[in-house]
C-alpha cells in the first residue's frame, strides 16, 4: 500500500489509528471544531503558497472528487522539476509506494529547500517529524536538499508566514523515518485489528477520531 505524511503522523500517535484509517474509516466521528480547524489550516496553507512570489501548485484532483489524483501529480512535479520552476507547491514524491506532497519546494543553486506550513503560532516536535518524513522520502528520490522550514503562523496578520528553519532536527530523522516506515507498512498490511489500548495518545498530540469505537465500553480490556 504505502504510507504517506499523513499516515506517518497518525501511525506514530497510534498504529491502531492507522489501521483503523486503512481498514474501517466509517467509524471516524471527526467533531465540527476540529473540521472548523482543519478549514482554516488548510486555508493558511492555501495562503502560504504566494509567500515567495509566483509559484506553480502540482494539485490534481480525481474527476469530479475532491481526492488528490497522486498520478498525475508526480507526473506533474517531475515536469516542473524538469523545467526548472522555482516554487513549486504541492509538489508530489513517491518511492516504493510511500508519498508526500510538500507545501513549497524551492529552488536553489545547489538543489532545493523545502517548507512545511502549519497553522501553529510556534513549532512543536511532530512538525519536525513530519518534515523528517518528507526529508526521507525526497532524498530516497535522489533530491539534493539544503534547507527545511516550518513556516508556523506569526502575529502580524498582514503577514503571518513566519518561516523556522528546522533542517539539523529534521534531517537527524532519517534513518528513524526508515525504520518506521517498514514497520508502519506491516501494520496496516495486517488483515486483523491493531489492538492498542485507549491511554494518553487518544488525545496526544491531537484528539483521535476513533475515540467513540475505541472507548465504547464493549471491548474488553484484553482485547484493548
Ligand atoms: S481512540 Fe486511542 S486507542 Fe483508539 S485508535 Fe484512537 S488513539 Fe488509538
Known amino acids: 500500500m504505502g504510507i504517506t505524511k499523513t499516515d506517518f503522523m497518525r501511525g506514530m500517535q497510534c498504529r491502531r489509528m492507522l489501521w483503523l484509517d486503512k481498514h474501517r474509516p466509517g467509524l471516524r466521528i471527526i467533531p465540527p471544531?476540529?473540521?472548523?480547524?482543519?478549514?482554516?489550516?488548510?486555508?493558511?496553507?492555501d495562503r502560504a503558497m504566494g509567500m515567495f512570489g509566483p509559484y506553480e501548485e502540482m494539485t490534481v484532483y480525481l474527476p469530479g472528487r475532491q481526492i488528490p489524483d497522486k498520478t498525475a501529480m508526480l507526473a506533474r512535479t517531475q515536469e516542473h522539476l524538469l523545467k526548472g520552476t522555482p516554487v513549486i507547491c504541492e509538489a508530489a514524491f513517491s518511492d516504493s509506494g510511500n508519498y508526500c506532497a510538500v507545501d513549497i519546494l524551492r529552488k536553489t543553486e545547489t538543489g532545493y529547500d523545502f517548507?512545511?506550513?502549519?497553522?501553529a503560532p510556534e513549532v512543536r516536535e511532530q512538525f519536525v517529524r513530519d518534515a523528517g518524513f518528507q526529508y526521507c522520502i525526497l532524498t530516497r528520490c535522489g533530491l539534493e536538499i539544503g534547507r527545511i522550514y516550518i513556516v508556523i503562523h506569526g502575529p502580524d496578520e498582514m503577514n503571518p508566514f513566519v518561516p523556522v528553519e528546522v533542517t539539523g532536527q529534521a534531517k537527524e530523522y532519517r534513518q528513524w523515518v526508515d525504520e518506521k516506515i517498514r514497520e508502519?507498512?506491516?501494520?496496516?498490511?495486517?488483515?486483523?485489528?491493531?489492538?492498542?489500548?485507549?491511554?494518553?495518545q487518544c488525545h496526544n498530540p491531537y484528539d483521535c477520531w476513533y475515540s467513540g469505537y475505541?472507548?465504547?465500553?464493549?471491548?474488553?480490556?484484553?482485547e484493548a
Open 214 to 222: 475505541c472507548h465504547d465500553g464493549t471491548q474488553t480490556d484484553e
Open 184 to 200: 508502519l507498512n506491516r501494520i496496516q498490511e495486517s488483515a486483523q485489528e491493531v489492538m492498542v489500548k485507549p491511554g494518553w
Open 33 to 45: 471544531e476540529v473540521q472548523a480547524r482543519l478549514d482554516a489550516g488548510n486555508d493558511f496553507g
Open 115 to 119: 517548507y512545511e506550513v502549519k497553522n
